[in-house]
C-alpha cells in the first residue's frame, strides 16, 4: 500500500528494518545515545547551532508537540496571537485557551492567505503554521515576522519540517514543533520541539506531561522523564541517516516537488483543478476540486483497491476536495500509475 496521506506515511526498507533493532530499556546508556543522536540529527536537519537552539524529544503524535510548545513557552500573563488559516491553526488557538492563555485569534477562511494587518499589533508571540495541511497552502511566515517586528513566532512546522526552508533567524523563531512521521519519513510515536535555549529557560509550568523545561533538563542530563517511544526512536534515527545522505532537505523538497508537479500536471489533464496556485502550495501535499458526478468515497475506495490511500477534506471541504501528500518512499513511477488508476475511474 502506498500511503498519500499527511502522515504516517510509506516506509522506506531502511526504516522498517530499524524497527527490529534489539530490546532496549531506556535508563541505559544505548538508549541515552541514541536520544542525543537523534536531537543533534534534529539541529543538522537545519545546520542549528547547538550552542543556541536544542531539540526535545516528545512521545506523542504531532499535536503533542504543538501543545508542549504553547503551554511551556507562552509566559504567565503573556498574550498570544494566533494566525488561522485551517484546521491546524484554528486546534492551536484551542489549545491556548484551553489552557488559559490570552489569546487573539486571527480568524481567517481556509482559502485565504495570512492578512497580516489582522494580526494583534500588542502580541510579543505569534503562533503560525508553516504548512497548513487542510489546504496545502504554505504560509508566508516572512510576511508574518516583518508585519510584526516586535513579535517572536512559535511555528507548527510538523508538516514542513525537513522539505521546506525555514527561515529560523530571518523569521524571529523562538521555536517550531515537528513530527518524525511526515516529511522526516519515520513511524508516528516521536514528536519534538526545536527551541532556543535562552527560551525554554524562561518556560512557564501549565501542564506536568508537556512541560518542555522538565524535558530539556533530563534530556541534557542523558535521561528521560517518561518512557519514551524506544522503536519509535529507532525508527526516526534510521530516517534522519537516510535524510542526511540523500541529500538534505533541499532535494527532499525537490523531490517533492517533481512528484507534485506530476500529479498537479496528470490531474489537470483529467479536468481535476488544484484547490490553491502552485506559487502558494506547499511541495508536501496539494488539495484538488473532486471532479462532479464523483463522491470522495468511490475515488478513495476505487484508489485503495490499486494500492494508493488518499486524504478526504475537513470540515467544509469534507465533500469537495480531496488530497494528496507525496512524503515517504515513493519513487516516479508511483505517481504514473497514481494517475492512470485516476485516468481510469474518471
Ligand atoms: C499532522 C499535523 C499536525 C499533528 O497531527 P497529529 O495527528 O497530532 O500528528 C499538526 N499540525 C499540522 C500542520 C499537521 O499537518
Same mark, same amino acid.
Given at each position: #500500500?502506498?500511503? $498519500?496521506?499527511p502522515g504516517?506515511?510509506?516506509l ?5 528494518h ?6 532496549l ?9 541514541l536520544?542525543?543522536r537523534i536531537?543533534?540529527a534534529? $539541529?543538522n ?6 550552542a543556541e ?7 506523542g ?7 508542549? #510548545?504553547?503551554s511551556?513557552l ?5 498574550r ?5 488559516n485551517?484546521v491546524?491553526?484554528?486546534? #492551536?488557538?484551542?489549545?491556548?485557551e484551553?489552557?488559559g492563555i ?14 497580516v494587518?489582522?494580526?494583534d499589533?500588542?502580541?510579543r508571540?505569534? +503562533?503560525?503554521?508553516?504548512h497548513?495541511?487542510?489546504t496545502g497552502r504554505l ?19 510538523? &508538516? ?7 527561515d529560523?533567524e ?15 519519513h519515520?513511524v508516528?510515536g516521536t ?5 532556543r535555549?535562552a527560551v525554554?529557560?524562561?518556560?512557564a509550568a ?5 512541560n518542555?523545561?522538565t524535558?530539556?533538563?533530563?534530556q541534557d542530563a542523558g &535521561? ?5 517511544s524506544v ?5 526516526l534515527d534510521a530516517?534522519l541517516?537516510e535524510l +542526511?545522505?540523500?541529500g538534505g ?10 512528484? #507534485?508537479?506530476?500529479?498537479r500536471?496528470?490531474?489537470?489533464a ?8 502552485d506559487g502558494? &502550495?506547499?511541495c508536501v ?8 458526478d464523483l ?10 483497491r490499486?494500492g ?11 465533500q ?5 501528500a507525496?512524503?515517504?518512499a515513493?519513487?516516479?513511477d508511483?505517481?504514473?500509475r497514481l $494517475? ?7
Amino acid at each position: #500500500m502506498k500511503l $498519500l496521506n499527511p502522515g504516517p506515511v510509506t516506509l522506506s526498507e531502511r526504516v522498517r528494518h530499524a524497527l527490529l533493532r534489539e530490546d532496549l530499556c531506556h535508563r541505559e546508556p544505548e538508549f541515552t545515545e541514541l536520544q542525543q543522536r537523534i536531537r543533534a540529527a534534529l $539541529l543538522n536537519v537545519y545546520d542549528l547551532d547547538p550552542a543556541e537552539w536544542t531539540a526535545i524529544l516528545l512521545t506523542g503524535s504531532g499535536t503533542a508537540a504543538v501543545e508542549a #510548545m504553547l503551554s511551556s513557552l507562552v509566559p504567565t500573563n503573556g498574550r498570544l496571537a494566533v494566525v488561522a488559516n485551517g484546521v491546524y491553526g484554528e486546534r #492551536m488557538a484551542r489549545i491556548a485557551e484551553t489552557y488559559g492563555i490570552g489569546t487573539a485569534h486571527a480568524a481567517h477562511g481556509w482559502t485565504e492567505a495570512i492578512d497580516v494587518s489582522r494580526l494583534d499589533a500588542d502580541a510579543r508571540q505569534i +503562533a503560525v503554521v508553516q504548512h497548513e495541511t487542510t489546504t496545502g497552502r504554505l504560509n508566508d511566515l516572512n510576511a508574518v515576522a516583518t508585519a510584526a517586528l516586535d513579535a517572536r513566532l512559535l511555528i507548527d512546522a510538523v &508538516s514542513s519540517f525537513g522539505a521546506e526552508a525555514i527561515d529560523f533567524e530571518g523569521c524571529r523563531i523562538d521555536a517550531l514543533a515537528g513530527t518524525a512521521n511526515k516529511c522526516l519519513h519515520g513511524v508516528p510515536g516521536t514528536s519534538f520541539v526545536i527551541a532556543r535555549r535562552a527560551v525554554i529557560e524562561r518556560t512557564a509550568a501549565r501542564t506536568v506531561y508537556l512541560n518542555l523545561a522538565t524535558y530539556l533538563t533530563a534530556q541534557d542530563a542523558g &535521561s528521560t522523564p517518561f518512557t519514551q517511544s524506544v522503536q519509535s526512536f529507532y525508527a526516526l534515527d534510521a530516517a534522519l541517516a537516510e535524510l +542526511a545522505e540523500t541529500g538534505g532537505w533541499q532535494r527532499r523538497r525537490e523531490h517533492y516537488r517533481r512528484l #507534485m508537479h506530476r500529479v498537479r500536471d496528470g490531474l489537470a489533464a483529467l479536468g481535476i483543478e488544484p484547490l490553491l496556485p502552485d506559487g502558494e &502550495s506547499s511541495c508536501v501535499l496539494n488539495a484538488f476540486h473532486l471532479p462532479k458526478d464523483l463522491g470522495y468515497a468511490a475515488l478513495h475506495d476505487h484508489l485503495k483497491r490499486a494500492g494508493y490511500v488518499i486524504y478526504a477534506g475537513q470540515g467544509e471541504f469534507a465533500q469537495s476536495i480531496f488530497r494528496i501528500a507525496v512524503m515517504g518512499a515513493l519513487v516516479d513511477d508511483d505517481i504514473e500509475r497514481l $494517475l492512470g488508476t485516476i485516468r481510469s475511474i474518471v
